[in-house]
């Protein structure tokens, strides 16, 4: 039996179970015999490279979270040091080492919703049917904990928001001073950065005066077509289209909707032109 193959079929068997879903459910999505997976999951049999692609989509997680562990990665905390160390912030960096080490030391939580990851609003859209939401406002917390996040807190400065995807679960950090409707678009943001798998390790949003702005700067890592990604998935599920539509049918005005929905006059607003309703 092949060592790695061993590790492969392991982490497969065990997203499957997760999911509910049988040896034959999941040949059965892939187009392959119950044999093959049977083999794979026992490591008699290595995936090829299409294989191995096909099986992280159906099961919805990114390729590297079925691979072997690979010895001499570079630990996270460290990774973290180094993009604070690329913006000149070293008390930033011993922040985020310290935060990381104690994440990685929290209990795996369960995982109750596992999304496969999508667009941005079909991602959000499949969150709230798996967990039955149908009114306002949007439970964000307990949606974070049941896709298995844990949230941590943490006394940062000069970040907006912070996802680690550790190998005991993902934990997020959000700033507890922030106003209430600006803590949950932040969660759901992070959520939206873990469930469109934008980072193998770490995806941070930073603030303040290291904020990227408009003539670039910012980290190594920063997108901003993940963070645009990561605005429209919250934007969706917080302020999911059709329930938006049908509470704008009876509160024509739209501070009144924000309360609802808790979320900001501002991020209603904007949903409400971005949706084109008046």
Known sequence: MNGNAAQVGQR?????????????????RLQRTQTA????????????????????????????????????????????RSVADHVDASQLADQLE???LHAEA????????????ASPRDTADALLEAAD???PPVPIRALVRDCG????????????????????????????EQAPTRKRFTLAHELGHHLLRHADTFHLDLGGDLAPNATGGGHPAYD??????????AANLLMPAAMVRRYASTLTDAGALASTFKVSPAAMGFRLAALQIK
């Open 12 to 28: 497969i068997r065990a997203i499957r179970e997760a999911l509910g879903w049988t040896q034959g459910e999941l040949a059965t």
């Open 37 to 80: 997976v049977s083999y794979w999951e026992s490591g008699r049999r290595s995936l090829s490279l299409d294989d191995l692609v096909d099986t992280a989509q159906v099961l919805g997680v990114a390729t590297s979270e079925l691979l072997p562990d690979r010895p001499g990665r570079q630990p996270v905390p460290a990774l973290l």
């Open 98 to 100: 310290d935060f990381a």
């Open 106 to 117: 929290l209990p795996r939580p369960p995982v109750r919703w596992r999304i496969p990851p």
């Open 133 to 135: 939401i149908t009114s």
């Open 149 to 176: 996040v844990q949230i941590l807190a943490w006394d940062f400065q000069d970040i907006d928001g912070l996802v680690l995807e550790l190998d005991a679960g993902a934990v997020i950090w959000v700033n507890e």
């Open 224 to 233: 901003w077509r993940a963070e645009r990604a990561a605005n429209e998935f």
